[in-house]
């Protein structure tokens, strides 16, 4: 079955340093996202991106944050310079239409900032 | 803005017996409602969902959910829960138009033998 998946599934940082996460979406998917968990707080929305441009976003998603899709199969979420407070899990998400339908979920990318 | 309570943080039942996790939604317009459920070391997967029509949906390994609007509730519900439905479980809901899922903090349901 296919599936989204993420690397590293564990990153540790030094806060200010840069960050990349990457995803590979579901092949024939054309909706990618990123959510973000802190720990023992909800599952927050990040960004959409379709048609190699964002299409929402959210207040978090500040210039500290960006997002690519390279190559036509990885969705990168590049975090500039990393802060504390972006300790989390990060879960990519797709979706084959525009994504309320179904979104599958990678397991997700912890992210450690010391 | 919409935001989702799920009441329970931690739902413990024995096998076999019923469980029903509770959602509540806000929001002034018409809304998405979804269950999604992680099982230890994966990814959120979509349990069930309701978009419009039937008000009762149901997933292919039991579970069901009922959509009511003058509660605004979105409560899930298993007759009969197996060890394997072990998991956390996650109400979330969006608005037409947007991309945004908007997520509850979440209900570990643990089934004991």
């Known amino acids: 079955e296919p599936e989204v998946t993420q690397t590293p599934s564990h990153q540790v940082t030094q806060m200010g340093q840069e960050v990349i996460l990457r995803c590979v979406p579901i092949s024939n998917h054309l909706y990618f996202y990123w959510y973000r968990q802190i720990l023992g707080q909800k599952v927050e929305f990040l960004v959409s991106?379709?048609?190699?441009?964002?299409?929402?976003k959210s207040e978090i998603f500040d210039d500290q944050f960006s997002v690519e899709r390279p190559d036509g199969s990885n969705f990168t979420l590049k975090i500039r310079s990393t802060k504390l407070e972006d300790s989390a899990m990060y879960f990519c998400?797709?979706?084959?239409?525009?994504?309320?339908?179904?979104?599958?979920f990678g397991e997700g990318s912890r992210l450690t900032v010391l | 803005a919409q935001s989702v309570t799920q009441l329970d943080s931690q739902v413990p039942v024995f096998e076999e017996a019923p469980v029903e996790l509770r959602c509540n939604y806000s929001?002034?317009?018409?809304?998405?409602l979804f269950w999604y459920v992680q099982y230890p070391n994966q990814g959120l997967q979509l349990l069930l969902k309701?978009?419009?029509?039937?008000?009762l949906v149901e997933s292919i390994n039991g579970f069901e959910a009922e959509f009511n609007k003058s509660q605004t509730s979105f409560h899930l519900r298993k007759p009969s829960v197996h060890i394997s439905d072990t998991a956390e479980y996650f109400c979330a809901v969006s608005r037409s138009g947007s991309e945004k899922l908007v997520f509850g903090k979440g209900t570990k349901l643990t089934v004991n033998p």
């Open positions: 309701y978009l419009s029509g039937s008000t």
């Open positions: 991106f379709y048609n190699n441009e964002i299409s929402e």
């Open positions: 929001s002034s317009v018409s809304v998405y």
């Open positions: 998400a797709s979706s084959i239409v525009t994504g309320l339908r179904e979104l599958f």
